[in-house]
T-cell receptor
Framework: NAGVMQNPRHLVRRRGQEARLRCSPM?????VYWYRQLPEEGLKFMVYLQKENIIDESGMPKERFSAEFPKEGPSILRIQQVVRGDSAAYFCASSPGQVMDTEAFFGQGTRLTVV | TQLLEQSPQFLSIQEGENLTVYCNSS?????LQWYRQEPGEGPVLLVT???GGEVKKLKRLTFQFGDARKDSSLHITAAQPGDTGLYLCAATNAGNNRKLIWGLGTSLAVNP
């Protein structure tokens, strides 16, 4: 039973380019969460999705960031026109239900570096 | 302002010593979780506590949730080098159990 798979593990982008981060949840999990981790700020919630629906995007920056979780395929976090401040580790977690009190499994993360 | 305050921020001890790390807040939480994160990896859940005063044991690790559900502690007995890592606490609010609020973590180094 494969865990949460994120790819790529490392991504380097130049300022102004687009970054696409992928997350395949664990088998049987239909709930996906994206978090961003910065050394001085810790992990911050970005968005919570179910298949084909965004449930809570209260942690997403208003511009340049978007997320989707299509009926088929992985969840995608998309960052347009990246800036240096977007450099961070982005983690995806999945769970079988919507309640985070239950066990949520995290992927290994994608480390985005904007140069 | 960090909603969850973890202390100490860094801890370096010798193998075999005992230690306690803390997670404190002025807010009441519906549940609290402890994770361990190794460099280059995602957080791995250790335990979830939901009841005020609850104590859970996981081998050499003992977790306690405060009576008022505002704070928690993690005690490790006879630490081993394999315990090295970043220990993170995370919590959910009663009004929104869909997302976790995180502390900055305690970075633990256990020296052989």
């Amino acid at each position: 039973n494969a865990g949460v798979m994120q790819n790529p593990r490392h991504l380097v982008r130049r300022r102004g380019q687009e970054a696409r981060l992928r997350c395949s949840p664990m088998k049987g999990h239909s709930h996906v969460y994206w978090y961003r981790q910065l050394p001085e700020e810790g992990l911050k919630f970005m968005v919570y999705l179910q298949k084909e629906n965004i449930i809570d995007e209260s942690g997403m920056p208003k511009e340049r960031f978007s997320a989707e979780f299509p009926k088929e395929g992985p969840s995608i976090l998309r960052i347009q026109q990246v800036v240096r401040g977007d450099s961070a580790a982005y983690f995806c977690a999945s769970s079988p239900g919507q309640v985070m009190d239950t066990e949520a499994f995290f992927g290994q993360g994608t480390r985005l570096t904007v140069v | 302002t960090q909603l969850l305050e973890q202390s100490p921020q860094f801890l370096s001890i010798q193998e075999g010593e005992n230690l306690t790390v803390y997670c404190n807040s002025s807010s009441v939480f519906s549940s609290l979780q402890w994770y361990r994160q190794e460099p280059g990896e995602g957080p791995v859940l250790l335990v979830t506590v939901v009841t005020g005063g609850e104590v859970k044991k996981l081998k050499r690790l003992t977790f306690q949730f405060g009576d008022a559900r505002k704070d928690s502690s993690l005690h490790i007995t006879a630490a081993q080098p394999g315990d090295t890592g970043l220990y993170l606490c995370a919590a959910t609010n009663a009004g929104n159990n869909r997302k976790l609020i995180w502390g900055l973590g305690t970075s633990l180094a256990v020296n052989p």
